[in-house]
């Protein structure tokens, strides 16, 4: 896959910037962890979102980011870099932020950071849940910059409910008889999906097109790994 890049292929580069940073997990989770990843100038990190409130940001010379795959994000302005670096340190050290990591499903719907203070803006109560894939683009909606097209994105109903989100609801402790609520905003949003729309940049890529990329990028992965 052409946009998918080594880590040596990155640091070689004379090209300057940020982008996808991208671990596969093998099965049972059968999954990928995405984070940002920026070398510009002196700084050379990925960013992510590992668990409740915790939001690393390490160094990408580390043994660890050698097996990640990387893609970047080439019409994200050189202009906005600085202050994007900046946000995330505030992001970093911000206590305000209460992110709930869940693995199983997400509600977004356009929460973004605050760049004075690195506070995370939610829009409604459950916008709170997150994962790595909801942290990259909240992170890169903060500066107008949209992977996807989460409108596109098929909303679950009560009549095609899924395992995941009635566990997710239950672990709210939200009544039964509120749920359908609910429905109507989630999306299941995924580190694929993240990785996958990279290679369209800033167009907000509708869902059709992002699944069958992210479908192509997980058969990558699998044989990768194999």
């Known amino acids: ?25 093998p099965p049972p989770r059968n999954s990928v962890h995405v984070g940002v990843f920026c070398n ?3 700084f050379q990190n990925v960013v992510h979102f590992k668990n409740t409130n915790d939001i690393e940001i390490a ?12 893609s970047w994000l080439s019409d994200f302005p050189e202009l ?12 970093n050290e911000n206590e305000d932020n209460t992110l ?7 509600v977004y719907n356009g929460g973004v950071f605050e760049i004075a203070t690195g506070k995370y803006i939610i829009q409604t109560t459950p916008e709170c849940q997150m994962n790595c894939g909801v942290f990259v683009m909240a992170l890169l909606e903060t500066y107008d910059y949209q992977l996807i097209n989460w409108e596109s994105w098929p909303a679950v109903t009560i009549q095609n409910r899924n395992d995941y989100l009635e566990g997710w609801l239950t672990d709210l402790n939200i009544p039964s008889d509120t749920r359908e609520e609910f429905y109507h905003f989630n999306r299941e949003i995924r580190g694929r999906h993240i990785m996958a729309s990279s290679q369209f940049g800033n167009i907000s890529s509708e869902y059709n097109v992002v699944e069958a990329s992210s479908q192509q990028l997980m058969d990558y992965f699998t044989q990768q790994y194999n």
Request: charged share 30%; aromatic share 10%.
């Open 80 to 91: 906005l870099i600085d202050s994007l670096l900046a946000t995330v340190e505030l992001i």
């Open 100 to 106: 709930v990591l869940d693995l199983k499903s997400i």
């Open 40 to 42: 510009w100038d002196d």
């Open 1 to 25: 896959m052409e946009y998918v890049k080594d880590r040596d292929e990155i640091l070689r580069s004379d090209q300057r910037g940020i982008g996808i940073a991208a671990l596969y997990v």
């Open 59 to 70: 160094n990408l010379n580390l043994a660890k980011f050698d097996i990640y795959k990387y």
